[in-house]
């Protein structure tokens, strides 16, 4: 499994980007799709997860309402839409997958539970 995230960049506080993953694995609508970021001196965070099917997703408080998470099955692509960004979200944001034979998501919210992860994109947020 590989996960090649893009779209990160410097922008001002207040403004809005979207970062894109896209996964090279066989059967891509079998994989949960997550985010994660981590700023420097900081522990990783979670940040949104997506079912497989798109339906069903989950946020950290931190983001919610401001964040969107959405996926294009075929095209094998994860999206996180960031809206109204602050300096507080400047971080390396990654990519993260697992394969899942079923729907649900709920219990993903922890780095351990994800085996594959891109090498991240930074998001660097100015005041």
């Known amino acids: 499994v590989q996960l090649q995230a893009s779209g990160g960049g410097l922008v001002q506080a207040g403004g809005s980007l979207t970062l894109s993953c896209v996964a090279s694995?066989?059967?891509?609508?079998?994989?949960?799709m997550g985010w994660f970021r981590q700023a420097p001196g900081k522990e990783r965070q979670f940040i949104s997860v997506v079912s497989r099917s798109g339906s069903s997703t989950v946020y950290a408080d931190s983001v919610k309402g401001r964040f969107t998470i959405t996926r294009n099955n075929a095209r094998n692509t994860v999206y996180l839409q960031m809206n109204s960004l602050n300096p507080e979200d400047t971080a390396t944001y990654y990519c993260?997958?697992?394969?899942?034979?079923?729907?649900?998501?709920?219990?993903?919210?922890?780095?351990?539970?994800?085996?594959?992860w891109g090498q991240g994109t930074l998001v660097t947020v100015s005041s």
């Open positions: 694995v066989p059967i891509f609508s079998l994989y949960v």
């Open positions: 993260v997958a697992k394969y899942r034979l079923n729907n649900t998501i709920g219990d993903l919210t922890t780095g351990e539970k994800f085996p594959h």
